[in-house]
């Protein structure tokens, strides 16, 4: 069965930048797109980055633009989300998702993806 697991979220202070990893088994991990969304409490799920199957092609958000980079390790099963510059906007679950094709032109849209992970928490501190 899919599997995705998130790890490196937890306590970083303003300005400061974290990794995210999503191990994925189950699936041909190298075959299809890869993204990463988050939620802070009280608000809706939000779009961050998308990843192309190959890593070529990589979309952000713009909320996050110019401080997240995501990228892959095929040979790993892997997807991370590098994140620079935190601010506390940016505390929430962040769970990475898989895609239902090798991307799409539209990878922002939630139906691309089929299944999510639990989710890891990040928290930034004033």
């Known amino acids: 069965q899919v599997q995705l697991v998130e790890s490196g979220g937890g306590l970083v202070q303003d300005g400061g930048s974290l990794r995210l990893a999503c191990t994925a088994s189950g699936f041909t991990f190298n075959t299809v797109a890869m993204s990463w969304y988050r939620q802070a409490p009280g608000k809706e799920r939000e779009y961050v980055a998308a990843?192309?199957?190959?890593?070529?092609?990589?979309d952000i958000a713009d909320s996050v633009k110019g401080r997240f980079t995501i990228s892959r390790e095929n040979p790993k099963n892997t997807v991370y989300l590098q994140m620079n510059n935190l601010k506390p906007e940016d505390t929430a679950v962040y769970y990475c998702?898989?895609?239902?094709?090798?991307?799409?032109?539209?990878?922002?849209?939630?139906?691309?993806?089929?299944?999510w992970g639990q989710g890891t928490q990040v928290t930034v501190s004033a």
């Open positions: 998702a898989k895609g239902r094709t090798s991307f799409s032109n539209r990878p922002y849209f939630s139906s691309n993806y089929d299944y």
């Open positions: 990843v192309s199957y190959t890593g070529a092609v990589t």
